[in-house]
């Protein structure tokens, strides 16, 4: 990890970095509930949360945008989410958990996946042109060569804007040529890589709510 030295930058708690990026998309959540914007895809209507124990990210990029959904009855919905962008990322002993409620039957079933923990041999876990719609995150951070209130259409160190996220070109954004992240906790509505490579991949369900965290 590096220092505040040459460019590297370090927060106690990324989460503090994130608040600019949500509170900027409230406008375009706004815009978009009264019609201004078409939505060009959804996400489901349940959240789900991801733990790792590090992550690596090189071209880092952030910019506040706006999930189109709907809730777990069916109703449409909007959601203003921070999207945290890499060209490319290595993530170690990653979990992703997701709790169903009200299953017949059951009550609340969760789903876990843990891939790239180091305790069973296997690599990390590795994702190109990935992209994280998220509206809470913890971690011990380190960026390096970060430009902060750059316009989201300027930023030129990550892969760029998502192709169909809704978002203001102009709004609020930052960067980093790259970051280095530690005791990741998020809680997050969509996920999208070009490459998702997952060592060690092991799934299990559980009929209650078990999380990663």
């Known amino acids: 990890m590096e220092s505040q030295v040459r460019g590297g930058t370090r927060w106690k708690r990324f989460a503090v970095v994130m608040v600019p990026s949500v ?8 815009a978009l509930a009264q019609g201004a914007l078409a939505a060009s895809f959804s996400v489901s209507g349940q959240q789900f949360k991801v733990s790792a ?10 910019y506040g945008a706006v999930d189109a959904g709907y809730t777990l009855e069916g109703k449409s919905t909007v959601r203003p989410v921070a999207v945290s962008a890499f060209n490319s990322a290595k ?7 997701v709790v169903t409620p009200n299953v017949p ?8 996946l843990r891939a790239g923990d180091p305790r069973t041999g296997a690599k990390e876990v590795e994702a190109d042109k990935l992209y994280i ?29 998502a192709e169909n996220d809704k ?16 005791g990741v906790k998020q809680t997050a509505w969509a996920t999208t890589a070009g490459t998702f490579k997952l060592s ?3 799934m299990s369900i559980s009929t209650d709510a078990k999380e990663c965290y």
């Open 23 to 30: 509170a900027a998309t409230a406008a375009i959540g706004v």
């Open 167 to 182: 978002t203001n070109p102009n709004g609020f954004a930052q960067e980093a040529r790259h970051a280095s992240l530690t």
């Open 91 to 97: 993530i170690t002993n990653l979990c992703q958990s």
């Open 200 to 202: 060690g991949l092991r």
């Open 53 to 62: 124990d590090s992550l690596e990210g090189d071209g880092f990029e952030q």
């Open 105 to 112: 039957i059951f009550g609340k079933v969760s789903l876990i």
């Open 133 to 161: 719609d998220l509206d809470d995150l913890s971690a011990d951070a380190t960026f390096s060569d970060i430009n902060i209130g750059v316009a989201a259409k300027s930023a030129t160190k990550g892969p760029g804007i």
